[in-house]
């Protein structure tokens, strides 16, 4: 579901707003204020920007349960990404945070002695997030500050460094280290773990990925008046990017086209995305202000994708695929599902474990990775393959001992957050509770974003300006949320508000205590980005003030 409406400019606009919000943040009402709130939060809440808002706080002691402030927190509230804190919490619950999922390859043939494989070749996608394409040299996961899923609508972001096709190539390798020189037959991807489901108006999401179902456009700084330095990855057979971006004269304006954003020739030649417009000299990159300047391409059909990679893969690694390297992902050919023999698996990836995983989603909130955890959550608990069947299976669960949330308190349409995502400061908090008495919580703190460390919250308060609450600094852990929306009014102008503005999750305080939190804006017009920023700033002092108080 898409919240943004009104005018095409509009919704520009609302895009560049909720994204950024969604990086440096991540999404209320009722009735009746509770003075027992102390005066260093109420006078943030107080500000003239929030006149006709509402707001919502819960702060609980996480051992004890004792309710130590409290403001409308059974008002059912827009949390938007806050929701990941369940999807996340029900999966590393779960899987376990030290999981990892594998992802198998398998020839349906024989092999000759000149290493002719006489049938076809099939990689069975495990919803393995990274693919291998992620991987530090320490083993960690690689992320940013600032997701490349989100680059299009904030300008820029940062890409990692490790070759997002190398876990493609090390099972390329496995195949030929098998002995298997030619494959006379197709290669297939088993996209069967789960049925495809809509991905916010972009995609039908599967559970096979590369590169996060984006090729990124990576712009170098020109000079004035010749062609602007672009370069793209991966590369691939199914899909090339052409570049007629100039560099402009300094001063002038940018602008920057991806044409189209979301190509549907995935499967078919030619398959290309175009870069055009122009970039001033000298110019200063919003958001990472510094080259390179990042656009993406949406990978509309990632099993498609996902088949040339791998067939481009084994070509590197010498092996031969008779069938053609670009064409619509033949499942007509797998086998039963799940009829696998484990004597005909010829190569085997490896993810990180799950913690790892959990980590990169809540830090950037991945909106992605969040919707793909609530399915793999529910193929796991009780074999749901569809989204409705898993959020059903994730409400029994959560609703159950030992988590007893109060889940008809909440109304969750995805995995991620998105649309018209509600839950009460009381569920949130009954869920935050609930993990802290689980064996993976340790990994689900350790996931939140650090205030003023890393994440979403890596800038979200000016410590210099309060230093009394500098001591807050890596003691806040916490998932934001942010929810936009835009209407075109009869006499041409356009409103749009701030619907909710959400931050939950823990707080190591001053006194030594640990408190769960859930603290909700609702309702506040904004006129720009700005406007976001300062909210998501405010309730970062508010939370810091939580710490110093407590």
């Known amino acids: 579901m898409n919240p943004l409406s009104g005018s095409p400019a509009r919704a520009a606009a609302l895009a560049l707003a909720c994204a950024l919000a969604a990086l440096i943040a991540g999404c209320g009402g009722s009735d009746s204020d509770d003075t027992s709130v102390p005066d260093a939060i109420t006078q943030v809440m107080k500000k003239p920007m929030y006149q006709g808002a509402t707001w919502a706080l819960r702060v609980v002691d996480l051992n004890s349960g004792d309710l130590i402030y409290d403001m409308n927190s059974n008002a059912q509230v827009y949390v938007a990404s806050v929701r990941k804190v369940f999807s996340l919490g029900a999966t590393l619950d779960q899987y376990g945070a030290q999981h990892q999922f594998q992802t198998p390859v398998y020839r349906m043939g024989t092999v000759d002695a000149s290493g002719t494989l006489n049938g076809n070749l099939v990689l069975v996608a495990s919803g393995d997030l990274s693919m291998g394409g992620r991987t530090n040299p320490d083993g960690t996961l690689a992320w940013t500050n600032f997701d490349h899923n989100e680059a299009n609508s904030l300008g820029n972001a940062q890409i990692t460094a490790p070759d997002p096709l190398a876990g493609y190539d090390s099972l390329a390798a496995q195949v030929a280290a098998s002995g298997i020189r030619k494959i006379n037959g197709e290669v297939v991807i088993d996209d069967r773990l789960f049925d495809p489901f809509e991905f916010r108006g972009e995609f039908m999401l599967r559970p096979i990925f590369v590169n996060d179902d984006v090729v990124d456009t990576i712009i170098s700084q020109g000079s004035a008046g010749s062609a602007t330095p672009v370069d793209y990855r991966p590369k691939s057979s199914v899909f090339t990017v052409q570049s007629t971006l100039m560099t402009g004269q300094a001063g002038t ?104 995983y959990s980590k990169w989603i809540l830090k950037v909130s991945y909106n992605i990775g969040a919707d793909t955890s609530l399915m ?88 210099e300006t309060d230093p009394t609450l500098a001591g807050a600094k890596g003691k806040v852990y916490a998932k934001t949320g942010t929810y936009v929306t835009g209407t075109d009014n009869p006499d041409g102008t356009a409103t749009t508000t701030l619907k909710g503005q959400a931050l939950a999750g823990y707080i190591d305080a001053k006194s030594g205590r640990r408190l769960a939190f859930a603290l909700v804006v609702n309702n506040v017009p904004i006129a720009d980005v700005p406007d976001i920023i300062n909210v998501f700033n405010d309730q970062g002092t508010i939370a810091a003030n939580l710490w110093k108080l407590q």
Not at 334 to 343: E, G, R, T, V, W
């Open 253 to 356: 304006a940018a602008n920057i086209t991806v044409t189209p954003a979301d190509p549907t020739c995935f499967g078919t030649l030619p398959c290309t995305g175009a870069i055009g417009g122009s970039i001033p000299a000298g110019y200063v990159p919003p958001i990472v202000p510094s080259f390179p300047v990042i656009r993406t391409f949406r990978i509309t059909a990632p099993q498609n994708y996902a088949r040339s990679v791998l067939i481009d893969a084994l070509a590197r690694a010498g092996v031969t695929v008779t069938a053609p390297a670009v064409e619509g992902n033949p499942v007509q050919l797998l086998p039963a599902k799940n009829a696998y023999s484990a004597d005909t698996r010829v190569a085997q990836l490896t993810s990180q474990p799950l913690s790892e």
């Open 376 to 463: 793999l959550f529910g193929v796991a608990n009780n074999g749901s393959t569809t989204l409705q069947t898993a959020l059903a299976a994730e409400n029994a669960k959560l609703s159950a001992a030992p988590f007893n949330v109060p889940m008809t308190q909440t109304h969750f349409i995805d995995g991620s957050g998105g649309g018209e995502t509600t839950a009460t400061p009381v569920a949130v908090i009954a869920m935050l509770r609930a993990m802290g008495g689980r064996p993976a919580f340790p990994a689900y703190v350790d996931s939140l974003p650090f205030l003023g460390v890393d994440g979403s919250l890596a800038s979200t308060t000016d410590f």
